[in-house]
């Protein structure tokens, strides 16, 4: 692994552990903290399940994917020309899984708190971890586009 990208994921990773850690010690189950009025709160929830809690209780199968969608991204890393957004790309990928990883490994469930109300649509709670993600593959979309995933190395 590149060092830049070990450097970013421990950096990411550690920015949404710290997140979780002072929501868990501040906010209790359920508690709701109005930052912006009738669009983003702050609120202490924990799923056992993957996103908009689908999965539910399948923390086993969910520790599985995440250790195998690292195992992926290690190798597909290896497959891209080596460029600043690539780089950034596996970094929040990396980062945000291991972030949730870790979550269901020792607390059998993922500690989320951001929720937005945006036009009367009631978001799902979600963490950083979870932005690291979408952001991630939205970055490595954008690289793929570009042709970044076709290094000199994968046209030997």
């Not at 109005?34 to 809690?53: D, M």
């Not at 600043?84 to 607390?107: C, E, M, P, Q, T």
């Not at 009367?120 to 709670?125: C, Q």
């Amino acid at each position: 692994m590149n060092k830049k990208i070990l450097i970013m994921t421990i950096i990411f990773l550690a920015v949404d552990q710290v997140s979780k850690i002072l929501i868990s010690t501040f906010l209790t189950i359920n508690e709701v903290i109005t930052v912006i009025p009738n669009f983003f709160y702050l609120t202490r929830v924990n799923n056992t399940g993957a996103a908009f809690s689908i999965l539910e209780g399948k923390t086993i199968l969910l520790i599985g994917v995440s250790i195998i969608a690292i195992i992926i991204l290690l190798k597909y890393m290896n497959e891209f020309k080596k460029t600043r957004l690539g780089n950034i790309s596996f970094s929040l990928l990396l980062g945000g899984i291991f972030g949730n990883l870790i979550d269901r490994l020792f607390l059998k469930e993922v500690r989320d708190f951001l929720k937005f109300d945006i036009f009367g649509y009631n978001f799902p709670v979600f963490n950083i971890a979870d932005s690291l993600i979408v952001i991630g593959v939205i970055l490595l979309a954008i690289c793929v586009f570009r042709g970044d995933d076709k290094s000199e190395n994968s046209s030997k």
